[in-house]
């Protein structure tokens, strides 16, 4: 063996190398029987783990008695390449890769897992002091004995080049990678779309004008209450708009048992560009980015091939580790490889790991129907400074958020941005900002063991979307009646000047997800009528699949109006949905008392809410809403109890719920030790499946609870500042 190395080592100094067959006498490896049995990062994120049945990913697997991996001398691991699982055969026309831990691989499987800077042996975990990359090899008739005086194989597509071990940075302990792959200028380097018309069953979007009774969206109006004497004139009387996006028949095949692989959906579903842009500064070293590869693990294996998938990470600077890709089985393949290579090191550039995110989407060159971004981040960003000399960002999320991901260009084009706020040391309030700016939702991830269960219920929801740009007008049926003001949360909504009309931008509905508004209306009195009529509402929006825009009505609102005052019927509805934007408003009002100082000012309006929703009909009728709103107002309470406790963790979670609560849309928020705090009411049955997938692969499986172990004692090094 040594000669053999001897031979490389003249090559390098000749700037090439060729791959030296090993011989069955040579010995193995012996500084390898200690570490044989360590995980590696690429057998974490290989679905081969989750003790699940199905086909089996080309990234490496454990042997089948749990996780002992294959030893350096064993036949298998010579024969084996343990990338692509795959037979090791010279002369078939693929270069192979040895590597001085003995252990072999095709060239271009180790290639594609060392050109982002990995050292590590993905089977015994050795680091290794060269690293082969990809050059194309020469014409046989212009390679020259004199430059090459090692004999060439013709079999082999390509040749090695040894590189010298990274340079380390003297003032910290990470290692800084010397290769990284260029990126273009343009990022329109997507992989192609499908362009095969998507099959729907016939009639399956029918306009409701047409009399089919399959709808994408169903619309409901609830008076607040049924019948007013006929001489009462009321002011800001509540009409409550109800709309619900309507599954699919069978809708998706969550099945628990099916827990590791891409759905296989019973009808089809909108496609999904997906851009994660992914901290790895110094702080999330250790047992965080081990947790953040494996939540990446679980959203590639849960992406169909339809679906595109790029990474963003980004430290003191960003960078795309790959671009627009199907994630079909190769697709997949080298999205493990690329999310398995990443190390942590640097500060912290959220803005710029948020541009190159925004240029992925803005310079692809084809669009899936749906698009989305997530951003995680542990830290505040160090690195971009307001145009008021503080290093936090203004109101509107800019600098940190990039013009052209919220349409502020006007280029027409805006992405939601799902922000996910790790740990106890980021900028919440940053977070929450570039969400509601671009349209996205703040989760807060208390613990380390939550990021993958904050993602699956993310993706859950944008795997399921059956509405797009949806729209709802209001317009006034009574010449004397007139609408004076809309409660619509976080939605862009418009009251005519002459109070005859509004109308509200809803935008994506995920499958079985429920919009709530609020329409304060002046109810005039009437001479000699028994009903007065209120509102028509009508909603247009587009099918994702048949990009073809459906519209539908609600039956007209109206309400009895006997001349003597008799027993009103109150609407629960209506009363529920009063008390949860009454709650929202309430948690506005603590938050701006706290940023004060006013602790326990902020504690008391808290508490004031409390006993009011307590009163409330709903409330005392065991409304579950009511229920949940006075849970997390007294969590909210216990958050404020001194300055360090809401600094750390109360401001966070006061601003994902009320993120959640001004979209109407579920986020991950607080410790999720108890698996129950995730489970939010505006959680729709895709999330609730996904999120249900998740935690089987965290808890189901004995070898993942193996894999969790040695991951859990790794170390977290402080971030640089």
Known sequence: MTSKWRKAKLALGLNLCVYVPRTLEDPPSNNLDASTDRLSSAALLSPGNWDVDGPRPMTPTPSSHGLKLYRSGSKSSK???????????????????????SHSFHFHCIASNVKYGNQICPVCRAKWKEIPSQVPCPDPSQRSASRNPIRWSRDDAVVTMLRPPPRRDSHRRHIVPVFQAPEPGVFDDDEPLDLQPVVVEKNSCSEVANGNSSRTLEVRVYPEVSAMPRSTSQDNFSVLVHLKAVAAAGGQNLSQNNVSFPQVAQTPRAPIDLVTVLDISGSMAGTKLALLKRAMGFVIQNLSSADRLSVISFSSTARRLFPLRHMSDVGRQQALQ?????????????????RKGAKVMADRKQKNPVASVILLSDGQDTYTVSGSGENRPQPNGHPLLPLSINGSDNSGFQIPVHTFGFGTDHDSSAMHSISETSGGTFSFIETEAAIQDAFAQCIGGLLSVVVQELQVTIESLHPSLKISSLKAGSYPSRVMANGCSSSIDVGDLYADEERDFLVSINIPAE????????????????????KELTSTEAEELTIKRPEIAGEEIVSIEVDRQQNRVRAAEVMAQARAAAEQGDLAIAASILENCRRALSESLSAKSGDRLSIALDAELKEMQERMTSRHVYEASGRAYILSGLSSHSWQRATARGDSTDRSSLVQAYQTPSMTEMLTRSQATLLGSPSTQRLMQPLLSLGSHPKPR
């Open 79 to 101: 024969q084996t390449c343990s990338i692509c699982l795959n037979k090791i055969k010279q002369g078939g026309g693929h270069a192979i890769f040895t590597a001085e831990c």
């Open 338 to 354: 690329a999310v398995n290579s990443l190390v942590a090191n640097g500060g912290t550039n959220i803005a710029e790991g948020l």
């Open 527 to 546: 001479a000699s009528s028994s009903e007065t009529s209120l509102l028509n509402v009508r909603c247009i929006y587009r099918d994702p699949l048949t």
